[in-house]
């Protein structure tokens, strides 16, 4: 789950199919597929949504904490 994604999403009260919508997907549950993790998000994909929030790829899709 990408939970970065989800809190800004919340954040600018979007929905799964305004976000679908944005990334040219044809249903919410696609979207939320990928929201949860079942279905990767393109590099495309990315790039459209780090655009949308003016944030990096890196903040929105990787999990920065060091193991």
Do not use: C, Q, V
Not at 6 to 17: Q, V
Not at 28 to 52: C, H, Q, R
Not at 54 to 60: A, V
């Amino acid at each position: 789950m990408n939970i970065y994604l989800k809190k800004i999403r919340s954040e600018n009260n979007l929905t799964h199919k305004e976000m679908a919508n944005l990334i040219g997907l044809k249903t919410a549950s696609a979207y939320y597929k990928k929201e949860m993790g079942s279905t990767p998000f393109s590099l495309n994909e990315a790039k459209i949504i780090s655009e949308f929030f003016d944030k990096t790829i890196e903040d929105i899709f990787f999990d920065n904490e060091l193991s």
